[in-house]
């Protein structure tokens, strides 16, 4: 199995639900905007869509899209999802929320050419979603007692959330440091060379 990432990219979240599955997984390095990899490989080539991440299965399968990618390692690893008739559908539900409506609403701070003004109202917008999130999370993690890969995905926003100016509510600035403290996620960030 091989992961293509990005260093910081929101492929970080799909090595965090690996590692906490006890999933072993080669990683290639994809260079973006430039789409090599690591190896020198054209990587439109191998995923068309062109960005990060894709999951390449032992049976040569590819996988793309986050919510697809977690979904899968959820499906193999019951531990990362929640429990009960509805776990399948919350976890669907927290990572369609973390997918749509946080991790596109940091896009304009990744586009060249953005305007201050555009990327205040963007901060405004992931400040909104992520009080949202906060306003739900009783408990360890966003859908309980026990991490989810939703977890992982969140993780990652909440991690760009601050060099783009973004507050992170009490709750979320709090499960921003159990996630961190997690040996898989250490081994996730060092792993690309990157601190909390
Ligand atoms: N819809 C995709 C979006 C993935 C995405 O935004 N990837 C970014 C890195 S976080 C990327 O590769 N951007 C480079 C590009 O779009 O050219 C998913 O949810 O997996």
């Known amino acids: 199995m091989k992961l293509y990432y990005a260093i910081g990219a929101c492929s970080l979240a799909d090595k965090i639900a690996l590692a906490e599955a006890e999933m072993p997984c080669d990683f290639e390095r994809v260079e973006l905007p430039e789409r090599v990899t690591e190896t020198g490989a054209d990587y439109a080539a191998i995923n068309p869509k062109g960005y990060v991440p894709a999951l390449i299965l032992d049976g040569g399968e590819m996988i793309t899209e986050n919510v697809a990618i977690l979904s899968w ?29 946080v991790h596109k609403s940091f896009h ?15 901060r405004e917008l992931v400040g909104r979603r992520l009080d949202y ?19 992982a995905y969140l993780f990652v926003m909440l991690r760009w959330a601050k060099p783009n100016g973004v507050v992170l509510p009490p709750p979320l600035a709090a499960f921003y440091e159990r996630m961190k403290a997690r040996p898989t996620v250490a081994a996730a960030l060092a792993g690309e060379g990157l601190y909390a």
């Open 73 to 101: 390692i959820a499906e193999q690893s019951p531990k990362l999802r929640p429990e009960g008739p509805l776990g399948w559908f919350r976890l669907l539900e927290a990572l369609a929320y973390i997918s749509t409506e």
């Open 133 to 151: 999130l906060a306003a739900g999370l009783s408990d360890a993690f966003l859908l309980g007692p026990q991490l989810t890969v939703a977890d």
């Open 108 to 122: 304009p701070f990744f586009t060249p050419g953005v305007t201050e003004d555009e990327k205040q109202a963007a």
